[in-house]
């Protein structure tokens, strides 16, 4: 069977991605390559997924026929692009799609000369099918590599165009996003738990606080602000949460998280 996709780390991001994509039928597992050179988790996708898993990067992006998926860390980048240097050609390439923070199009594009090349920014909700993808595209890309690229991306939600400029702060706002909320989530939970409640219930009721927060001003399309003021009744329990959390500068606090991940994304591209 041809090799499709071709997957070089295997880790959270990669297996989130591998999953739905083999979950929705757009990849069939014997289409798949994945390099990975830890032991145990070769052994874990090979039998959770059934994927043939290689530990060679070379034989991984000479065997893929439509996408090699870059999942690394981006400070193993420079290794591997110096890895398949000998192997590049522009006769018969795959798309390159990297996920890799701060990692930018025109370092892609050094590694991979002429080859077309995606930089994405998933998010991991991906695992969910509730993911959120930034993409831009390099010189070297069609149209067809730009539908491949959402095909692959819807797969684990929703899909957004962004030029390069924008991709840091993608990264420190979406990217990292999930940590910021998985925090918050624990948070209110420990709140619950100091104001008495027993965890399982104040887990379950910050849970699904959050979900049901987000899909409210999803779905009803309603600005933050209007949701904050419908809750908030006059001399109630509300205004007086609100007021403890601008005395603890809660907002700043996630503004200036926001900026701080954007910035080390800056700084990873460097
Ligand atoms: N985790 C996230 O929320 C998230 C979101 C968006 C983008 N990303 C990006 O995705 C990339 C991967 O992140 P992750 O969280 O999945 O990390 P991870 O550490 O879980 O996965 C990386 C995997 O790459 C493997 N690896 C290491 N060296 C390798 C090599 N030389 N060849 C092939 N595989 C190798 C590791 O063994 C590991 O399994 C990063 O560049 C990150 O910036 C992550």
Redo the contacts with the bound molecule.
Sequence with gaps: MTIKLGL???????EALLSRLIDRGIYQPSEVMV????PT?QNYLRQTYNVNVNTD?CVVFTESREVVLL????Q?FS??AQELADVLTTKISPLVIS???GVSLSQLESAFPELPVIRA????PATVGEGITALCLGAYTNGKHHKLAQQVFSAVGQVVDVSEMLMDAVTGLS?SG?AYVALMVESLADGGVAAGLPRGLANQLAVQTVLGTAKLLQEHKIHPGELKDRVTSPGGTTIAGIAQLERAGFRSALIEAVKASALRSQELGQ
């Excluded at 070089?8 to 990669?14: H, N």
């Excluded at 390099?35 to 830890?38: A, I, L, T, W």
């Design positions: 070089i780390g295997g880790g959270v991001m990669g390099s990975e050179p830890q988790r990067n999942a690394v860390k981006p193993v290794a591997i996920i890799l923070a920014m998933p998010n991991t990217g999930p």
